[in-house]
């Protein structure tokens, strides 16, 4: 059996439209079939990949993998791989003709070890506004900031078009499969290939095509995963390595909080760029060159913030698509409204005007609830509480009453308005570990904000029941018990947007 | 209060389950030195020998087709380590037959619990290996298959020509099947009852309070079991689709019968090949039965339990429902006297080199089962102290494995019994040399031998040696009858006043003592003139164990 000198490897997940238009380029190549090999894995895709006649003629061989991600795939490649040298590619990637045999050439038996990176470019009609910003900003694939035909930063191995020698991976240990994603395994890989005397080399005539189409929110939640992504990589090599924010910050509690800290802060602006980036992007027009200094600005901030929210979650616990579930779980509270006395039954019908649609109420009285006393309405629920139970330790008899995740308890006047409301539950989804959010003073500031505090105020206090469940009980109210548990509180202005 | 913990449950749904991946996560090493899990029979030397050969025939057949090149490293991965005796035995074995292979091999010890991984590592059977860098330690959970994770934070970057395994099919996820005459599918449910304080919430703090003390003492053997069958859909029975056709591959044309049904190990088999070069093999031993007739009819299945660990008998008959569905092939093991059988599996065929070995080496008869019942005989001999047969069997003991000193240790303190000194000395200094970790008291038992055997000098020099090892009375006992035997009689009554100190009721050092002072009375009396006076009972008389 003869040894081919290449093995290009191809994961495959979600992506069989696209992989077919690879593996023709794979077909097309001018370098001589008999000198590379071909493996494609199946990483858990449903149903199963099969490969077509033309491929399997080819001698493409193909596995099929536990869903494990890239990194995992690649490894699984790389333990069946013959040749001297692997070709990484992507399943959405269009190789140029001559494209293995420019990799080959770098990699001369005798030659130093080195990765080459080749270029990685958009295809015709998903060469947007938008990912042209990305690259012109240094976000994403920006290969405007390589030297051409030099050896490059580590965070230049990007694995679309890339090569190296089989031996040099399996000397650093393959890739971390512990990156799950298609983000930053390969840099990481790059980072322990340089230190391994690896460097990355560039070189701009080895083409390829990227068949991927780029909407606004994907990007977003692809810059959100960065930042989890990017905690993984500053925990194993240090921050300094690759520092993210501006600095050479290192993924502690601390970077945490003040990410926190800018998140409640940055929430509602944040929200506002990502729609007008959509207005602006999606739909495929081109940008008035007098608008790009403003659309990179929008773009520069949606990515900071979308990172420190990522980076938050890694530290905590939550990734980008647990936060996304947390934040759809309490966009809809249950308001609590206490009754101490008849009088209260009066407030429900202006409650309910408040709340709209937004929210359920549940009375949860100390007094007999006479019929007719509540209006009949499909959002309002009862819970009688004992007389002698204190009105801080209402929360638990109201965990049992209700199965929403967001409570807002409201104690005394004045009520709050509509917006409030909404604005507390779209905070409470910023972090599973913002533990009572209390409203403050309206000060008409241009957008509502949340500030962390030692004490959130308490008329209008809203939390969830992960953090009430987290709660071991006792004198007083959980709020001060909020400390012990590392939970935050947060102090929220309504602001005009 | 008598409450219900468990509802009837597919057994393989079973809470018990919990218990059992608890035990193995924190029981380590000890589940087996402690003798609660079995290995001798699988993890012998002659057993290990076996498998290595077998290995040694597959890397040819991978030649042959080309999978793999003369000079390449092969890699095999041991999936669930023990107590690394297999491996190290394996490893031996392999560089008996074939030291360039054995340099050539990458051996992955691994186990799924980090507590057991790390405690085999050191032992000193096993960290020389890695040392070499011929063994390579992973964490590899076998219900995760494609994913192997070195212990130094890298991961497997070649594909593996080997996997061997010992009593694994038998402790993952199985069910119990059962084929009616009416056609009908059934599985074994099992119901848990227990007494318990509180009813509310009695089953999650049964479950955690079991969870959090896995390894206490038969936990899970004081569990109140019931056992039912449950009709099934056989079809809707597995996540995946073949199982439902392997079963009735099995079954056959029995009108009805009862399998255990090794689902999880068969996932395991199915999910790993993507790891695996082609033509690679799986090999994998489990106590149980090969006859087909033993899955016939309709009869109770109950689990067998080691420590809190679950475990089944298999019956090696499933694995024949393999080839029609899989178009796998599989040689098994088919006779019911061996004490453990084997079963490897290849996905692609094996080649002529493997079917070969395994035709002669797998079902003729075989050296681990002649070890084990060698080793069975010598007890029963020792037992009747019969102590000459005895030793004839501990010596074919060794002839099939040289270089244990366990077996060097029992052949030489039953020569010993035997009243064969020279032939004890023989096999306990060899012993001796071979136990690196000092696991059996060679240098008391030496002492003993010498001493017999009239060497006094020699015999207090090993007496020596065990006495700075731990302080025993008995030891110090018998080094104060060679001084008195000699007429160090200040020595000897400081042997025996520091037995007495040690173990006041010790009869033997008082009864030495006062037959000390006898002596030196004697000698008083005879004024000290010539050679010191030899008592009746001249020959120093040693005690047999120290222990």
Redesign the interface.
Known sequence: ?S?PELSVIAPSYRDRDKLGRLLASLRAQTLEPARFEVIVVDDGDEPALALAPEDLAAGVKL????H?GPA?AR??A???ARGRVLVLVNADGVLAPDALARHLDHHAPDAPARAVVGRFDWLPEHDTPLVRALARLGIMFPFERLEPHADVPFWGCWTGNFSVPAAA??A??????SFARALWEDVELGYRLERAGVPVHYDPDIGCGHDHAYAVRAWVRHAEWFGHEWVRFAKKHGGAAFPILGGADEPTEELARQCLAGLLHQHDPHRDRVVALEHALDGGADVAPEALDELDDLIVAVNTVARMKGIAGAIWGFDPDALAERAAAVERPTVVHTVAGSWDFDTVPRLLDVLGDHADLLVASYIYVPPGALPDDPRVSTLRVPPTLPVEQMWRPVLDATAAEALIFLEGAPLPTGAEVRALARFLGISPWVGAIGLAARQGLPHTSGKLVASAPRHVVATTRRVLALDPGGPGSFLDRLPERALFQVALTLGGS | MHVTIEKPTPFDRSIQWKLHHAYWAQRGVDAWSSGEVPWLSTSNFPTARQHAQLFHAVVADLEAR?AL?PGDLVWLLEGGCGNGRFAANFLRALELLDPALLERTRYLISDYSEKNLGEVVDQPHVAPWIARGVMVPALYDMN????VR?R?????????AFFVSSYVSCVLPMKHIQKRADGSWHELLVEIRADVDRPEGATERFISDLVADATRYNLLKNLELHFDWGEVDLDALFDHGSHADVVRAIVGDAEEATVGYPYGFFDFLR?LQ??M?EGGVVLTNDYGSVSRDRIEGRFERRPQMYGNSLAQDINFTVYDGLPPVLGWEVLRTASELDSVHAAAVCAHGFGPAARALFATHYHQRRPSDDLLDYNAAARTYIQKKEYTRALRFYLRCVDLDPDDPELRYNAGSTALDAALYAVAIEHLERGYALDVEKRFDFDFQLGRAYSLAGRHDDALAWYRESHARSEHPVTLTNMGVLHAYHGRYATAHSCYARAIELDPHYERARDRLLRLKEMVWEDAVKGFVGAPIVPEDAAPRDEGAAS
């Open positions: 059996m040894v596995i099929r993998q536990r494990a995992a490894n699984m790389l333990r069946h991976v399996r650093v240990g393959g890739f971390d499969e | 080309g090149a995760d298959p494609q994913r070195l130094d934070g890298g991961t497997l970057t070649h594909a593996l999910e993507p790891l070069l």
